[in-house]
């Protein structure tokens, strides 16, 4: 395997060994075998993270963005935050529940709540709380389906508020008790 074709399989596989492992185990043993080094997976991180940019730029779909997130969760900084909030308003609208309801899931993170996953945590973690409260605003939106008859998802946008209430409780983003009861029941 060449320097190049390295490249091209890491950023196939979205920057993620785990991906590459299970997508292309062949060439991930080969590609174990270059000994990329940290600092050439970063340059190769930051082209794929522009490629994917300009990508939402042009089709605006929702995806994007959550992919931008996973590749881009590990630096936590400004810069990235600015990014992925850029991202995040050029997402194509409108979207259906079920999309809106994962890119939710994004911003308020994928893992158990105590470890502080998600675009809200890390806004607030480097000391941008006015994003965090603009991130927690955008997220109540798009948890917002009053006609929503899917049951399964309606447990898990019941879910995601409970969620959100604990970390505008935890962060003390100021909301105010009667602007949130439009989104849910405390």
């Given at each position: 395997?060449?320097?190049?074709?390295?490249?091209?399989?890491?950023?196939?596989?979205?920057?993620?060994?785990?991906?590459?492992?299970?997508?292309?185990?062949?060439?991930?043993?080969?590609?174990?075998?270059?000994?990329?080094?940290?600092?050439?997976?970063?340059?190769?991180?930051?082209?794929?993270?522009?490629?994917?940019?300009?990508?939402?730029?042009?089709?605006?779909?929702?995806?994007?963005?959550?992919?931008?997130?996973?590749?881009?969760?590990?630096?936590?900084?400004?810069?990235?935050?600015?990014?992925?909030?850029?991202?995040?308003?050029?997402?194509?609208?409108?979207?259906?529940?079920d999309q809106s309801v994962c890119v939710a899931e994004t911003i308020l993170g994928r893992k158990a709540?105590?470890?502080?996953?998600?675009?809200?945590?890390?806004?607030?973690?480097?000391?941008?709380?006015?994003?965090?409260?603009?991130?927690?605003?955008?997220?109540?939106?798009?948890?917002?389906?009053?006609?929503?008859s899917d049951e399964k998802l309606e447990k898990q946008i019941r879910r995601l508020r409970r969620l959100?209430?604990?970390?505008?409780?935890?962060?003390?983003?100021?909301?105010?008790?009667?602007?949130?009861?439009?989104?849910?029941?405390?």
């Amino acid at each position: 395997m060449t320097i190049q074709e390295a490249r091209e399989i890491y950023l196939k596989s979205d920057c993620s060994h785990f991906i590459m492992c299970t997508n292309y185990y062949s060439s991930y043993i080969q590609y174990k075998r270059q000994e990329i080094s940290k600092e050439q997976e970063i340059i190769w991180k930051k082209e794929k993270v522009r490629m994917l940019s300009l990508e939402i730029r042009k089709t605006g779909d929702y995806r994007i963005f959550n992919r931008l997130y996973d590749i881009t969760e590990e630096f936590h900084n400004y810069e990235y935050l600015q990014l992925l909030f850029d991202t995040l308003k050029r997402i194509r609208k409108p979207i259906t529940a079920d999309q809106s309801v994962c890119v939710a899931e994004t911003i308020l993170g994928r893992k158990a709540a105590k470890n502080r996953s998600g675009l809200i945590y890390w806004a607030y973690d480097i000391g941008q709380k006015a994003i965090a409260i603009v991130l927690m605003d955008q997220v109540l939106e798009f948890l917002h389906h009053p006609d929503l008859s899917d049951e399964k998802l309606e447990k898990q946008i019941r879910r995601l508020r409970r969620l959100c209430k604990n970390i505008i409780l935890e962060l003390e983003l100021n909301f105010s008790g009667k602007y949130l009861k439009h989104y849910y029941n405390f």
